[in-house]
Nanobody, 124 residues
Framework: QVQLLESGGGLVQAGDSLRLSCAAS????????MGWFRQAPGKEREFVAA????????YYADSVKGRFTISRDNAKDTVYLQMHSLKPEDTAVYYC?????????????????WGQGTQVTVSS
């Protein structure tokens, strides 16, 4: 079992920055992909970013490329999502997840452990 705890969400203004953290505990995540997804009200959960814990390969959704940065701290078993130039359309509940199933890193069905989510609200 893996437990994931997100933190760092909040209410910010358009153009501001925010950093989300996701601390993993329990079974080590060092052999997995970890990803960030988000879900806005009335919309489906969508992929934001993912990182291969071993190789460090990184992937982003087009909507956040150039504004968001995913990174990891191996010693702390923590993954971060640094968000810059936030827009009102970035408003959502952000979830971190561990990919333990086969399939694309961009598909939520490939992830079998999820955090509880953290709210990010960007005002215009």
């Amino acid at each position: 079992q893996v437990q994931l705890l997100e933190s760092g969400g909040g209410l910010v203004q358009a153009g501001d920055s925010l950093r989300l953290s996701c601390a993993a505990s329990g079974r080590t995540v060092s052999s997995y992909f970890m990803g960030w997804f988000r879900q806005a009200p009335g919309k489906e959960r969508e992929f934001v970013a993912a990182i291969n814990w071993i190789s460090g390969s990184i992937y982003y959704a087009d909507s956040v490329k150039g504004r968001f940065t995913i990174s990891r701290d191996n010693a702390k078993d923590t993954v971060y999502l640094q968000m810059h130039s936030l827009k009102p359309e970035d408003t959502a509940v952000y979830y971190c997840a561990v990919k333990g199933r086969s399939g694309s890193y961009a598909q939520q069905e490939s992830y079998n452990y999820w955090g509880q989510g953290t709210q990010v609200t960007v005002s215009s």
